[in-house]
């Protein structure tokens, strides 16, 4: 996703003077092919992210159209108070671009994983907050930034994720894509937990199961009326996401369906409400915390009873 991010902000640059791009000292090996065709639109901080966002805002404010790169921590919670005050209560046109979603520098300990970024950034009124599972979601959605009016933070994972999707589907800000189809029970994954919501729901059908799997790329605003279609037809309902169970995905699809009024069964699949003292690699902590594909299996059976 990486690549893509920056592949598209090449594109548009080309074309948009406008674009920006700001990192307080990340990406190298990633964001040279901007920085050389693009070197009086490109600038790195150092290791200052409150001053990162705040000259962000300032390119904003002057008609530019900013994207600040770097580790999700460090783009979201060391620097909170300005995305708060200058990106999120003044509108500006921001692009926070946050690398490492959930686990994935597992290696690196507790400061570098992202299990808190979703529920902070959608608390922020005016915020768009995006988790692109695959790298077609990514461009599809960096694409529609261009052009979008008020903040956006990116959740992204790193490089090298599966394509998910075949040609033409239709993806856009706001919008729940409907990947499969099933009267069994229903998925919904985000971000870096789509490609394990697909084997799940493969799994499952080797079963006899057949569920819908949906991909809520975009946490806010929420695609609200595609879960309601969901509890509508009387679906067991399962939400996928590497981050805390408390305010990301599965705590925006609980307030639907409280708000509705109707009992369905609900899980929310994520990590506990815990920080982890163990070191290793991304599939080594999702396999601590019950996120593999055997123990998330026998969740969805379970509501499937």
Known sequence: M??????????????????????????????????????????????????????AAGLALSGRRPYVYSMVPFVTM??????????????TNVRLVGIGGGLTYGPAGT??????????MRALPNMTVCAPGDPVEA?????????????????????????????????EIGRAVTI????DFALIATGN???????????MQEKGKNGTLLSMHTIKPFDT?????????????VTLEEHNVIGGLGSAVADVIAASGKATRFRKVGIPDVYTHSVGSQEYLKREFGLDLNSIVSIVEGVCR
């Not at 261009?146 to 239709?170: A, M, Q, S, W």
């Open 193 to 203: 937990m789509l490609e394990l919501g697909k084997k799940v729901a493969h799994a």
């Open 180 to 183: 499969t189809e099933g009267d």
């Open 78 to 91: 060391r620097c909170f108070e300005q995305v708060r005050v200058d990106v999120a209560y003044m509108q």
């Open 139 to 171: 461009r599809t959605l960096i694409e529609e930034s261009f052009d979008h009016e008020g903040p956006i933070y990116f959740r992204l994972g790193r490089n090298g994720e599966p394509v998910l999707y075949d040609t033409g589907v239709k993806i």
């Open 225 to 237: 009326e595609a879960v309601l279609g969901l509890i509508d037809k009387g679906l067991p309902i």
């Open 2 to 55: 990486r690549s893509t991010f920056v592949d598209c902000l090449i594109r548009r640059a080309r074309i948009d003077e406008r674009i920006f791009l700001v990192t307080p000292d990340v990406g190298f090996s990633v964001l040279e092919k901007f920085a050389d065709e693009f070197p009086d639109r490109y600038l790195n901080v150092g290791i200052a992210e409150q001053n990162a966002i705040g000259v």
């Open 111 to 120: 400061t570098h994983h992202a299990i808190e970024d979703i529920a902070l």
